[in-house]
């Protein structure tokens, strides 16, 4: 699943990007430590990946969980046309997410049960690995072609608005949108990847896959910030996931929104491909001015420590801004966007290599890199959080000379799931 010669050279070089991922990948300390990046809690190295998250509770899981290292994302297009076909999808969605989060297999149920909720059994013998799987609802599962499909049009949040096409996107149809979207995340890429194929299972006759995509982090200590494929430390920016009160102010939907969504949050999805060739080329002088930090500490320009804050005023010998003015953490940071902030979440992929179109010069001929950055975010209105902040990137963000998004999504992740329940069950009682 790539865009493969969709997307032409030039198009990396010129086409705006804005990654938003130099402060990006949602990482940080322990869930019961002070977090001094302010992303989300990295592992331990030593942590067990017989370890189970929970699944049941007032919040979704995979969303201010402590990040693992392998992602798979899915997005479904609901093939079915009844709404009683889909309630009964997700009611055996929930099921199976209960049971593979917990690390239970189908053996391990009943015998008349067993064979009815057979799976692949490539995870038998696989730890849970903290697997965890978050729900959201995309536009069209409400409206689509003009149409009401499910009686839910009425209760479309405000918040969920279709997706702007930014300056510099090149998004392809294939990779962009859906109705529903699963984000699985664990510390093995296969208990990932075995969750989205049970769920595709299930909903054989209900819906269909519209497009995925794999990623990865690399190891990393608790105590540090993993880095992207850029070289750079990404989820330096983040608001802490251990305060409550910051959750409540950017992360969770609270009474500004319907009753189904307060204790959910909107994901926004990009696919970035990066290309790695022409940044390989730049000089780490230049590539720290286009973040805005220093590649190897992380520290911003005009600091020394990672966690140092940004000095908008500071300026050189010259009088110009130490942070260029068109530097990616100078134009992403909250002082620049009206104090808005957004939870970063995202992943690197690498889904091998594409040939270079044949009009360049032979010694320049051969593969170059499809790879680059899954971007995922949390916010409590998109609106105000990623929308405003990526149109002023996406227009101005040095980074795009590097980056392309060629995929995109927008999506209404509800609140946890209560045993007895199933996903979205109130959006559908309401209807």
């Known amino acids: 699943m790539t865009d493969s010669n969709t997307t032409s050279r030039r198009g990396f070089l010129t086409g705006a990007a804005g990654l938003l991922a130099a402060t990006g990948v949602a990482q940080a300390t322990p869930a019961e430590a002070k977090s001094k990046t302010g992303a989300p809690p990295a592992p331990p190295a030593s942590a067990a990946k017989g370890t189970a998250e929970p699944f049941w509770g007032p919040h979704q899981s995979g969303i201010l969980t402590p990040a693992q290292t392998h992602t798979y994302f899915a997005a479904f297009d609901i093939t079915a046309e009844r709404r009683e076909d889909v309630i009964a999808m997700l009611t055996r969605w929930t099921e199976a997410t209960a049971r593979m989060t917990a690390g239970r297999t189908a053996r391990d149920l009943p015998a008349d049960l067993a064979d009815t909720t057979a799976d692949s059994a490539d995870v038998l013998e696989l730890p849970p690995s903290r697997l965890t799987l978050t729900f959201g609802f995309g536009a069209t599962l409400f409206v689509k072609d003009g149409k009401d499909r499910f ?68 190891g990393f200590d608790a105590k540090e910030t993993p880095r992207n494929l850029m070289g750079f430390k990404d989820g330096t920016g983040n608001p802490p996931v251990n305060d409550p009160e910051e959750m409540r102010k950017f992360v969770w939907v609270g009474t500004e929104g319907p009753d189904w969504m307060r204790g959910g949050s909107y994901l926004v999805v990009r696919r970035s491909r990066m290309a790695l060739e022409h940044w390989d080329r730049m000089k780490v002088s230049f590539q720290e001015q286009t973040f805005g930090r220093r590649k190897y500490s992380g520290a911003p320009l005009t600091g020394h420590k990672e966690t140092d804050a940004l000095d908008l005023d500071a300026t050189d010998g010259d009088g110009n801004p130490v942070l260029p003015e068109n530097s990616h953490v100078r134009l992403a940071t909250a002082a620049s966007n009206d104090g808005a902030k957004i939870l970063r979440r995202s992943y690197s992929y690498n889904d091998g290599a594409n040939v270079v179109a044949e009009r360049w010069p032979p010694w320049r001929q051969g593969l170059e890199y499809d790879a680059g950055l899954i971007f995922v975010c ?22 795009n000379q590097f980056v392309t998004n060629v995929g995109s999504g927008l999506f209404a992740c509800p609140e946890g799931v209560t045993k007895g329940g199933f996903i979205g069950q109130r959006l559908f009682e309401k209807a």
Not at 164 to 190: K, N, R, W, Y
Not at 378 to 399: H, N
Request: aromatic content about 10%; overall charge negative.
């Open 378 to 399: 949390y916010q409590k209105d998109p609106r105000t959080g990623f929308i405003p902040m990526f149109e002023k990137l996406s227009r101005f963000d040095m980074m």
């Open 151 to 218: 009686g839910l049009a009425a209760h479309r949040p405000e918040a969920l608005v279709d997706m702007p096409v930014f300056p510099g996107d090149q998004l392809v149809e294939a990779m962009t949108g859906g109705d529903i979207s699963v984000q699985a995340c664990a510390d093995d890429p296969q208990v990932a990847f075995h969750a989205v194929r049970q769920l595709a299972r299930i909903a054989y006759d209900t819906a269909a896959i519209r497009w995925v995509q794999s990623g990865f982090l690399g």
